[in-house]
Structure formats: structure tokens, C-alpha cells
């Protein structure tokens, strides 16, 4: 079992930067990805950004350039830093871990094993 707990989130104002943080716990040893989602009021859970053990990471082209993910695998946490950030990022933001997440699927929900708690980014104009 792995547990996944976030932190960080809170309110920014547009074109301002704010730092996510998820901290893993338990068995963690057979994690091959970690990634960010997040879900909107009325939208469905879309992908944001994933990072394998191989050090591979890919954004979604809605992040791509204002997004970076990292991780900090002696202390077990991901992080993911936003910045430039619009009103149309306002979410909660889940962090997620998978064992063998399928080649080129690495941003879909369903290919992840265990899930934060999540935490909310509003984002104000």
C-alpha cells in the first residue's frame, strides 16, 4: 500500500507562482511513475504532469512551459511548480502514483494505482 498526502495549495493571483507538494509513504519501493491531475467544478480529472524513475516527464500542452514537476526521491516527494498561472488553472490537484503505467498513457487517471486527498489552487484574476 502506498499513501499519498498533498500539500501547498492555497490561492494566487493570476501571473503569480505557487509550489504543490505530495509526500509518498509506505511501499513505494515498486513506484515506476508519479503524476499531478486535477479536476475542476464540473470537469472531468485531466492529466497535468508525470515523471517516471528514468527521470522521462511529460506535461500536458495546457502546462507545457508554465509547469514543472520534480521529484525528491530520497525524501519520497513530488513537486509540482506552477507558474504564470491563469484563473482556468483553478482545480483541486491530486497526486498519483502507478506501478506499470502504459507507454504513451502517462497523463490518463486510469493508469495510476493510488491517489492523494488533494489539495485546492484557485487562482483569482
Known amino acids: 500500500q502506498v499513501q499519498l498526502v498533498e500539500s501547498g495549495g492555497g490561492s494566487v493571483q493570476a501571473g503569480g507562482s505557487l509550489i504543490i507538494s505530495c509526500a509518498a509513504f509506505?511501499?513505494?519501493?515498486?513506484?515506476?511513475?508519479m503524476g499531478w491531475f486535477r479536476q475542476a467544478p464540473g470537469k472531468e480529472r485531466e492529466g497535468v504532469a508525470a515523471?517516471?524513475?528514468?527521470?522521462?516527464?511529460i506535461y500536458a500542452d495546457s502546462v507545457k512551459g508554465r509547469f514543472t514537476i520534480s521529484q525528491d526521491n530520497p525524501e519520497n516527494t513530488l513537486y509540482l511548480r506552477m507558474d504564470s498561472v491563469k484563473p482556468g488553472d483553478t482545480a483541486v490537484y491530486y497526486c498519483?502514483?502507478?506501478?506499470?503505467?502504459?507507454?504513451?498513457?502517462?497523463?490518463?487517471?486510469?493508469?495510476?494505482?493510488?491517489w492523494g486527498q488533494g489539495t485546492q489552487v484557485t487562482v483569482s484574476s
Open positions: 515523471i517516471d524513475s528514468d527521470g522521462n516527464i
Open positions: 509506505g511501499y513505494t519501493y515498486n513506484i515506476y511513475c
Open positions: 498519483a502514483a502507478a506501478y506499470t503505467p502504459r507507454r504513451g498513457r502517462e497523463l490518463l487517471a486510469e493508469e495510476y494505482n493510488y
